[in-house]
């Protein structure tokens, strides 16, 4: 019976690594490098000036265009590509672990960050920056938004956060009542992650009322789908809720609070 073929090795006898102007080694896995796909983008007035009133409400804007803030333009822009679905279809693939946001998928392997990099570089020849903001799409991704999200992209964001094995079942439950979609995104500890729907803002300002009454335990509340430096897995409106903590508060403290009013609102 002949034994399996082994893979070759490089020249220094290792094993070749994944492409390192792509991937990046962190506590023993292969995660993305972003720089590559959220290239720089033209000024808010520049690109303000590619976006029309009357197409920005066919697809839902909630916000006239003079009243959209410069920070969500740019963020829009800036994730042509990582919002893009074929580049959301190689990731979502068998290469990845998956994660609440797309920089903390991480490889299976060097080998599987090897097949993901050459996937990722055709989609690189295809995909233009500049095509993308001078296209409906990048419209759509403005209107997505200022508004808060659907039904049917609630129920998305539902099921795929449902699906991660990294889904706590407190997050699982805050998520079966009413439009309530939040998610604790692992990059960043006392951070909760809460998408724009009418019950989501009520929850936003029981954390910020409850916990402040917490001695020396804080919450801030900003716009995170607004900034163009997190990589959420699903783009549409979010708010950020973080814990500010001048005393020994646990991480979970936000998870702990919205479940508790969660289950206040039977």
Not at 153 to 162: G, K, M, Q, S
Not at 192 to 197: C, I, R
Request: glycine share 4%.
């Amino acid at each position: 019976m002949s034994s399996p073929k082994r893979k070759k090795a490089g020249r220094n006898g290792r094993r070749p690594e994944p492409d390192i102007d792509m991937f990046v080694r962190r506590l023993a896995q292969w995660r993305l490098r972003f720089d590559m796909f959220v290239p720089p983008t033209a000024s808010p007035d520049e690109l303000r000036a590619k976006l029309a009133p009357d197409e920005l409400k066919t697809f839902g804007a909630e916000t006239p265009l003079d009243e959209i803030p410069d920070d969500l333009v740019v963020a829009a822009a800036s994730a042509g590509a990582t919002g893009c679905m074929p580049f959301l279809d190689i990731l979502d693939g068998n290469a990845f672990s998956r994660a609440p946001c797309l920089c903390c998928y991480a490889a299976h392997s060097a080998r599987k960050a090897r097949e993901a990099a050459a996937s990722l570089r055709l989609f690189l020849n295809y995909y233009d920056a500049d095509s993308f903001v001078n296209s409906r799409a990048f419209v759509r991704a403005v209107a997505a938004l200022s508004r808060d999200l659907r039904p049917e992209e609630i129920a998305e964001v539902r099921n795929d956060f449902a699906r991660l094995d990294s889904t706590p079942d407190s997050v699982r439950e805050i998520n079966s009542r009413g439009d309530l979609c939040v998610i604790e995104p692992p990059c960043q500890p006392g951070v909760l992650w809460v998408y724009s729907t009418p019950c989501g803002r009520r929850l936003l300002r029981h954390l910020a009322r409850g916990i402040r009454k917490r001695k020396g335990v804080f919450v801030k509340v900003t716009v995170a789908s607004s900034n163009p430096t997190l990589f959420p897995r699903h783009h549409y409106r979010m708010y950020a809720a973080t814990l500010i903590r001048t005393d020994d508060a646990p991480s979970h403290t936000l998870v702990e609070t919205a479940l508790t009013w969660v289950r206040a609102q039977r």
